[in-house]
Each structure stands twice: as structure tokens, then as C-alpha cells.
């Protein structure tokens, strides 16, 4: 929800528009579960047009980013009543933790999981054990089979 990515008032959306929004929407909602669990309830943006920031909760925020997409225009909003700003995040850190997240889960987490293969199968553990732990838990086998490992001891 760059300024850039922000539609011009006086012209409709064009498909590259609404296509941010939709994005910003599964990015709203991926955050209100990650950083809504940590006791954050929304973010803050500074309002140009009034020089002051503005608190939204994901919840509204997820309601107003839809109505921009469904009717082209956002709503009018009462600003949050004597809201804490240590539960509030700017919509950048929000991003960047987001962005942090996704990056972990598709490259950081396979450097952690080989390891903790290795360590498993070092403990005892058959490969067909490792293989359904981390199935249970979500979480990907590294490229190389465990079974591998226990066939060459």
C-alpha cells in the first residue's frame, strides 16, 4: 500500500491496480494471523491530509482495502479511539516481516531441516520416523532422502 500503489480518486481501477489490492488483501489477512497472535491489532499509516496517523485494525483495514476493490472507493472512517501505538505496526514493518517470513519458510527452513534430519537419524530415529514427523508438523524433507543415511551405516 505504497503511494504508488494507492488508485487515483477521479479514475477507476485498472486490472494492475486491482490486482494490488487483492494482494494486499491475502497479505492483511496473512498478518492479522502472524502478527495478530502477538497482540498486534492493525497498523498505522500517516494521513497526508491531515497530518496524522491513522490505526486500523486488520479487521478494518481488510473491510476497507475490499471496498476499494469491490466499489473503486474507500471508505470514510472514524480514527481508532485512543488506540496504544505499541499494538500498532507501520505498514511497512509489516510487509518486511511478512516478506521475512516467506523468506525463511522457502529458504532459511530447508537449511535448518537437513540438520535437524542428520540429528534425528544421529538420536535412532528410522527414516520412516523423520519422514512422518516432519509431514505431522508441515514441514518439507530436504533433497536428500534419510534413508540414505541409514543405508550407509
Given at each position: 500500500?505504497?503511494?504508488e ?16 489490492l487483492?494482494q ?8 492479522r494471523?502472524?502478527?495478530?497472535g ?6 498505522v ?7 496524522e496517523?491513522h490505526?486500523l485494525?486488520w479487521?478494518?483495514?481488510e ?7 469491490d466499489?473503486?472507493?474507500?471508505p470514510v ?25 516467506e ?23 528410522r ?7 516432519f ?15 541409514v543405508?550407509?551405516d
Amino acid at each position: 500500500m505504497d503511494e504508488e500503489d494507492e488508485p487515483r480518486e477521479d479514475a477507476p481501477l485498472d486490472e494492475d491496480e486491482r490486482d494490488l489490492l487483492r494482494q494486499d488483501l491475502v497479505d492483511v489477512r496473512a498478518l492479522r494471523e502472524m502478527l495478530g497472535g502477538r497482540g498486534l491489532k492493525g497498523a498505522v499509516f500517516f494521513c497526508p491530509d491531515c497530518e496524522e496517523d491513522h490505526y486500523l485494525t486488520w479487521d478494518l483495514l481488510e473491510g476497507n482495502l475490499q471496498q476499494l476493490l469491490d466499489r473503486g472507493e474507500s471508505p470514510v472512517h472514524e480514527p481508532a479511539y485512543d488506540p496504544d501505538p505499541e499494538e500498532y505496526v507501520s505498514w511497512d514493518y509489516a510487509r518486511g516481516f511478512l516478506d521475512g517470513y516467506e523468506s525463511f519458510e522457502e529458504e532459511d527452513l530447508g537449511s535448518v531441516a537437513a540438520p535437524l534430519v542428520e540429528e534425528l537419524l544421529d538420536r535412532g530415529w528410522r527414516a520412516d520416523q523423520v519422514k512422518a514427523l516432519f509431514t505431522r508438523v508441515g514441514l518439507q524433507m530436504p533433497a536428500a532422502d534419510p534413508s540414505e543415511a541409514v543405508d550407509g551405516d
